[in-house]
């Protein structure tokens, strides 16, 4: 009974300690470093690479990465971080009518530029 309440205490204890692992990465990553990660993950140089929207979970990092050049890019991006140990960079696109509103808001347009309307963003109310 007692090596098995031992045994309790040591997995709490353990996880507990694990559980920060994200929130202590996000505090560690520069955007140098995520602008590296998020290179090998996109297949892009990191210099063209802009980060934003830094965010740590209990074991994860969370960013935006803007691909610059023709139609700037965006992609969502996190990695798993456990100790020192940390996960590959995973990086998804976000779809060009998400971009367009991230571009509109930078701009300080709460429109989406009227170019890039169809019949799905005007129904919407995306759309001047």
């Known amino acids: 009974m007692k090596k098995s309440f031992g045994l309790s205490i040591l997995i709490a204890t353990t996880l507990l300690t694990l559980s920060g692992c994200g929130m202590v990465s996000k505090q560690m990553a520069n955007p140098q470093k995520l602008q590296d990660k998020a290179s090998v993950s996109i297949g892009v140089p990191a210099d063209k690479i802009t980060v934003s929207d830094i965010s740590g979970d209990l074991d994860s990092v969370h960013f935006t990465a803007k691909v610059q050049g023709l139609n700037d890019r965006y992609y969502k991006c996190y990695y798993s971080s456990a100790i020192v140990v940390t996960s590959d ?40």
């Open 89 to 128: 960079t995973i990086c998804n696109p976000i779809y060009s009518s998400v971009a367009a509103k991230l571009r509109a808001e930078k701009n300080g347009s709460d429109k989406a530029n009227s170019t890039q309307c169809n019949a799905l963003t005007k129904a919407a109310g995306q759309c001047k």
